[in-house]
């Protein structure tokens, strides 16, 4: 199972864009990139996913260099409510189990 | 609201005591999974199931913890003889019928205390 790594912890500014970087640097082929958001007290919620290039949604966008040894996650114009923890998870389509969340990155939104 | 849902959102119980959780998922997803996270960590994988097929159980904590799906439809995780460290949040998470394993869509949780 690919190991992730990501910042504990990050602050940013109402309307700024938010890059959180996550290292996988043993990502397998088959294996492709997932964010989660988590609010405090609910279930986490997926953000987005990709397997290489850039990704992008009505959300986020998700970069993924040649080497898919990182990948970095952009919320634009960040609000108070994208307060959250965020997590990065490496793994393969096929089956659940092959997810490991690690501890996250909490970002904390200031006014 | 067709969304995940799981009861009780709260238990609170006594060291040895044996507790049970539900978890209904979206109608017609056909697999299920079931997570533990505790305070500042992630939800760790705990098991799951392909309609009533429990598929992957190796990962659940110990032999104090079963997980049931009768029907292939809701889902029960069982505690046995709880301990002061199962206290943890229990997620619910199910994705669709030939849908893809990394969108899954988590229920609100169960937050479990053992005094």
């Known amino acids: 199972l690919a190991k992730t790594t990501q910042p504990i912890s990050m602050d940013s500014y109402e309307g700024q864009e938010v890059n959180i970087t996550c290292s996988h640097n043993?990502?397998?082929?088959?294996?492709?990139i997932t964010w989660y958001q988590q609010f405090p007290s609910q279930g986490p919620r997926f953000i987005i996913q990709?397997?290489?290039t850039k990704v992008t949604n009505e959300v986020a966008s998700l970069f993924i260099p040649a080497d898919r040894k990182s990948s970095t996650l952009s919320l634009p114009r960040v609000s108070l409510s994208d307060t959250a923890v965020y997590y990065c998870?490496?793994?393969?389509?096929?089956?659940?189990?092959?997810?490991?969340f690690g501890p996250g990155t909490r970002l904390s939104v200031l006014p | 609201d067709t969304g995940v849902s799981q009861n009780p959102r709260h238990k609170i119980t006594k060291r040895g005591q044996n507790v049970t959780f539900r978890c209904d998922p979206i109608?017609?997803?056909?697999?299920l999974y079931w997570y533990r996270q505790t305070l500042g960590q992630g939800p760790e994988f705990l098991t799951y199931?392909?309609?009533?097929?429990?598929?992957?159980k190796s990962r659940l904590l110990s032999d104090r913890f079963s997980a049931e799906r009768p029907k292939g439809s809701f889902s029960t995780l069982e505690i046995q003889r709880t301990e002061q460290g199962d206290s943890a949040m229990y997620l619910c998470?199910?994705?669709?019928?030939?849908?893809?394993?990394?969108?899954?869509?988590f229920g609100p949780g169960t937050r479990l205390t053992v005094t």
């Open positions: 990709g397997y290489k």
């Open positions: 043993n990502i397998a082929t088959n294996d492709y």
């Open positions: 998870l490496v793994g393969d389509m096929g089956y659940g189990q092959n997810f490991v």
């Open positions: 109608s017609e997803h056909n697999r």
């Open positions: 998470a199910s994705t669709p019928s030939g849908g893809v394993s990394y969108e899954q869509y």
């Open positions: 199931f392909q309609n009533e097929a429990q598929l992957e």
